[in-house]
């Protein structure tokens, strides 16, 4: 039961983007250590501005 | 044995879906139950997910599991990610579903229920959701490109241009559809108004809390946010209760018309993180958890249909918007059973995060098959409705009366029966001071839930509903019309780019208003005229933007068509080549009748010249002929509009045609553009990460 409340939290985490930084710090460290890294503000505008540059909602 | 046993329960699924559709369909005269439109449904999309959507991707795209896709290639942790395919079905069914498989259907159902469901039904298993997979198959194969560009490098520069204007043009008239689907909402409604207004501050304090407050907690920020949102509900009732706040909310649908625009305007110049994302975010949760809860209202409740199946209006001559049975219900019905815009997403946007070419099926044919579902329950909500209340709420004064006793003697007359009473009972329940021409389909679609909820869940909150459900379609057509504005910016700064390489800076700030502006006077145009004519607007502007969503959604097919071709697959070509003839025939009918009819409702040319010839033989009454003019000149601007729409259609069609004979005779072609095959090296336990 609880495991499966942790799954749903992390799906829920997932899906609201609740988590990117999280995934930008991991994704960091496989593939680029020793770049610069963005602080959680610098990185979550640039996910946010990034994010509404196209067409992302529908009629 | 085995094998036997799911062979067996498939032959059964079959039988119960044939039952059921069989049901609906010869059903006349009894009241039918909403159980058999939610048995049907289930049942034809198992049989069409099984089935078809697994032949068409093994056989037809040859789905490789072994293929990297763009998002493993191309893995930059942001926008290209690899995705577990339950998020990305998420994602892309938040993107996909809007306002308009709500809408589309409740206005269809002045045809009677079978039509518009049917068509859902069979419009989605065979068109729509074999669109939106084939363009998320072909997008994920060309490393994510867009539509436009696949159109671009596939069929030529005509297919990519032609792409290009479709999609601007149908977001122009899709924003001021939408539009005035609000302004309707909340003309006279200082409750709906309050709560409509308020969800603005509350996207503004997520937005700042999600930024500076706490940045990135996306989660709580919601949280708060849908709080919030639920605690306007019943603020705007207080208001409407107060005697000296309830008149600043109190407002004419022209003024309304306006604020709208003005709000249109500041969302497209404003940063996003402080109006457009986190509205987003609000608009998500209520848009799921409210389709949530009616599929499980309607579950529980099982409330029966009371509108025939077939009504006269079959005819033509229907209230709510003029034109036959054939092609208006398919250019009506978008949305929900097929939708061009979704094309948009598939292509570009959904590839980014697919992380195995295998989810294709359940995320590009599920989740438009989920987005049937929802023009289902619209269908349902709709239809439970006494019909005599449906026509009286959707009913243009224009066409019924202005006075409610002209209005339900009218609908009486067509064997609608209602009484003044009845619905004055029903408005005050609701909360409104009156439902007569409530048009646009949002207030017969907040009735139609809020009795659903109401029945399920406890009658004494009627109003509350109402006005929920009412929050409800406001806050994810305001997420369109200011996500659509600013598309729309991009998309026009790109093209003026072209002619002076300052306009092109998405940065610059004069260039940014002056674009922004530039697309809002574009819908605000659509939307002004809309509120100022008094047959509600609806009736002209809602099949201009069916006729432009079908337009989009031919592109698409014809993409594809051009592409299996040109993989030499001319034999499985039908799969997308059926459903673009028929929306090549659906939408050259609709805008020929649009064009060419005498009929004053249905023809754009003839509406103009019977209003020119009462107009010059001042017959016409001094309110009516004031906006004359204005109303003259959008009926030939609107005319034209149409021709453009079906001259940009077939001319790619051609094109596509001549991309294909020139393929099978042997003659070159520009080359397929699929990205070269590279195999995958993700191994399954990421997903779980």
Redesign the interface.
């Given at each position: 039961m609880l495991s499966k409340l942790k799954?749903f939290w992390r799906?829920?985490?997932?899906?609201?983007?609740?988590d990117?930084?999280e995934?930008?710090l991991?994704?960091?460290a496989e593939?680029h250590q020793g770049a610069m890294l963005l602080s959680?503000?610098a990185?979550?505008?640039?996910?946010?501005?990034?994010?509404?540059?196209?067409?992302?909602?529908?009629? | 044995m085995n094998n036997l046993l799911k062979n067996s329960i498939w032959v059964l699924i079959a039988a119960l879906g044939a039952a059921a559709v069989g049901g609906i369909a010869l059903n006349r005269g009894e009241n039918i139950n909403t159980l058999w439109f939610i048995t049907a449904a289930l049942c034809v999309y198992a049989i069409a997910y099984r089935f078809y959507a697994a032949w068409i991707a093994a056989t037809v795209l040859v789905i490789d599991e072994t293929r990297a896709t763009p998002a493993e290639r191309l893995?930059?942790?942001?926008?290209f990610?690899p995705?577990?395919k339950?998020?990305v079905f998420?994602?892309h069914f938040a993107?996909?579903?809007?306002?308009?498989p709500l809408v589309g259907p409740t206005l269809a159902a002045q045809f009677g229920y079978l039509p518009g469901t049917l068509w859902i039904l069979f419009g989605a298993v065979l068109g729509g959701c074999v669109q939106d997979m084939v363009t998320l198959f072909l997008s994920t194969r060309r490393d994510a490109k867009s539509l436009g560009q696949m159109a671009r490098d596939e069929l030529g520069a005509l297919g990519g241009t032609a792409a290009l204007i479709g999609?601007f043009a149908i977001m122009i008239i899709?924003i001021a559809v939408?539009g005035l689907v609000v302004v309707n909402a909340m003309k006279h409604s200082p409750w709906a108004t309050a709560t409509v207004s308020a969800t603005i501050p509350i996207a503004m304090i997520v937005g700042l809390y999600?930024?500076s407050f706490r940045?990135?907690?996306?989660?709580e920020a919601?949280a708060l946010g849908v709080a919030l949102l639920l605690l306007s509900v019943v603020g705007g009732g207080w208001i409407d209760h107060n005697p000296t706040l309830r008149v600043w909310f109190d407002h004419e649908g022209l003024m309304l018309a306006w604020c709208v625009m003005a709000y249109g305007f500041a969302a497209a110049i404003l940063p996003?993180?402080l109006l457009?994302?986190p509205r987003?975010?609000l608009s998500t949760y209520v848009k799921l958890g409210t389709i949530t809860l009616l599929a499980v209202a309607i579950i529980m409740l099982q409330p029966t249909v009371k509108m025939p199946a077939l009504t006269q209006f079959i005819d033509g001559t229907g209230p709510i918007f003029g034109g036959k049975l054939f092609p208006f219900v398919f250019i009506t019905i978008?949305?929900g059973a097929i939708?061009g815009?979704?094309s948009?997403?598939a292509s570009?946007?959904t590839p980014k995060l697919l992380s195995n070419e295998r989810d294709i099926r359940m995320i590009g044919y599920g989740g438009m098959l989920l987005e049937s579902f929802v023009a289902i329950m619209a269908m349902m909500a709709a239809t439970v409705l006494d019909p005599g209340v449906f026509f009286a709420i959707n009913s243009p004064a224009g066409v019924v009366g202005k006075e409610a006793i002209d209005a339900v003697a009218k609908i009486s007359s067509w064997g609608f029966p209602v009484t003044v009473d009845q619905m004055q009972l029903l408005a005050s329940q609701m909360g409104e001071a009156t439902l007569f021409a409530r048009t646009g389909g949002a207030p017969s679609l907040a009735v139609g839930m809020a009795s659903i909820f109401g029945s399920a869940f406890g009658e004494s909150m009627l109003a509350l509903w109402y006005h929920f459900a009412i929050m409800f379609e406001a806050i994810f057509i305001l997420?369109?019309l200011d996500?659509?504005t600013?598309?729309g910016r991009?998309m026009l700064q790109d093209m003026l780019g072209n002619i002076w390489p300052k306009l092109g800076e998405t940065s610059w700030t004069p260039s940014v208003v002056l674009t922004s502006a530039l697309v809002v006077a574009g819908w605000g145009y659509f939307l002004y005229i809309g509120v100022i004519d008094p047959n509600g607007g609806v009736n002209i502007l809602w099949p201009l933007f069916g006729i432009a969503?079908q337009m989009l959604a031919a592109i698409a097919l014809c993409v594809a068509t051009g592409i299996l071709v040109k993989s030499g697959k001319l034999k499985y070509a039908w799969v997308t080549g059926v459903p673009l003839a028929w929306l090549v025939t659906i939408t050259s009918t609709a805008a020929w009748e649009k064009i060419t009819s005498d009929n004053i409702r249905i023809g754009f040319f003839s509406a103009a010249n019977d209003l020119a010839d009462k107009l010059a033989a001042g017959t016409l009454p001094p309110e009516k002929a004031a906006v004359a003019p204005q109303l003259i000149f959008n009926q030939h601007l609107d005319g034209w509009l149409t021709l453009f729409f079906v001259a940009l259609l077939w001319l790619i069609v051609f094109d596509m045609l001549r991309v294909c004979s020139r393929y099978l005779a042997g003659k070159p072609v520009l080359p397929l553009a699929e990205a070269p095959h590279s195999p995958s090296c993700l191994v399954e336990d990421w997903v779980?990460?």
């Open positions: 799954s799906i829920l985490r997932r899906l609201s983007g609740d990117a930084y995934r930008y991991r994704h960091h593939h959680k503000e990185f979550f505008k640039q996910w946010q501005d990034e994010k509404w540059n196209g067409i992302k909602r529908c009629c | 893995d930059n942790g942001r926008d990610v995705t577990n339950w998020i998420g994602h993107a996909i579903a809007g306002p308009g999609t899709l939408l999600m930024r940045p990135g907690q996306v989660l919601s996003v993180w457009l994302a987003d975010y978008a949305c939708s815009f979704h948009l997403i570009g946007t997420t369109t996500a659509g600013r598309v991009f969503n779980r990460d």
